[in-house]
């Protein structure tokens, strides 16, 4: 059964999933140069990337941007299930914020200028945690009472 969105989950969906879209959108046309920039920088953090070329990387990235940007906006996409994507994405950005050399000042998490781009993933990432509690019920001292007296169905 599929579950309407709330209505204060939509602009923050909006919002998030047209960033993410138009930047995988973009990604696509990358060219070598752009290819072997992101690779460099995504290996640096993650050497396990080392083994993929920066071509196949960048679309890969792409493609991934795409989906989670399109999850994010397509409404048939549970709130939940869209933020668990969202978290994981933007958490492994946040990867590269804090362990790519340069990105922050010395000895702090406050971005340097070229980390500033890195750094506004933090908002993604917390956007992605809230949508986590989505339509998590929430039993406050009505529910508890209401229990305890057995006068609802629950």
Request: glycine share 14%.
């Given at each position: 059964?599929?579950?309407?969105?709330?209505?204060?989950?939509?602009?923050?969906?909006?919002?998030?999933?047209?960033?993410?879209?138009?930047?995988?959108?973009?990604?696509?046309?990358?060219?070598?140069?752009?290819?072997?920039?992101?690779?460099?920088?995504?290996?640096?953090?993650?050497?396990?990337?080392?083994?993929?070329?920066?071509?196949?990387?960048?679309?890969?990235?792409?493609?991934?941007?795409?989906?989670?940007?399109?999850?994010?906006?397509?409404?048939?996409?549970?709130?939940?299930?869209?933020?668990?994507?969202?978290?994981?994405?933007?958490?492994?950005?946040?990867?590269?914020?804090?362990?790519?050399?340069?990105?922050?000042?010395?000895?702090?998490?406050?971005?340097?200028?070229?980390?500033?781009?890195?750094?506004?993933?933090?908002?993604?990432?917390?956007?992605?945690?809230?949508?986590?509690?989505?339509?998590?019920?929430?039993?406050g001292p009505s529910a508890r009472?209401?229990?305890?007296?057995r006068r609802c169905g629950r």
């Amino acid at each position: 059964m599929l579950s309407a969105l709330e209505p204060r989950d939509i602009p923050p969906r909006l919002a998030t999933g047209a960033f993410i879209l138009n930047s995988g959108l973009g990604k696509l046309k990358a060219d070598e140069a752009t290819a072997q920039t992101l690779h460099g920088m995504a290996r640096t953090a993650y050497p396990f990337l080392d083994k993929i070329e920066a071509e196949r990387f960048t679309r890969l990235l792409a493609w991934s941007e795409i989906a989670v940007g399109g999850a994010l906006l397509l409404p048939v996409v549970p709130t939940r299930l869209a933020g668990l994507a969202l978290a994981g994405f933007s958490g492994g950005l946040l990867g590269l914020y804090l362990r790519v050399p340069g990105m922050r000042e010395p000895g702090s998490l406050r971005p340097s200028q070229a980390g500033v781009p890195l750094a506004k993933d933090a908002w993604m990432f917390g956007i992605g945690l809230g949508f986590l509690g989505a339509g998590a019920h929430r039993r406050g001292p009505s529910a508890r009472r209401c229990r305890r007296h057995r006068r609802c169905g629950r």
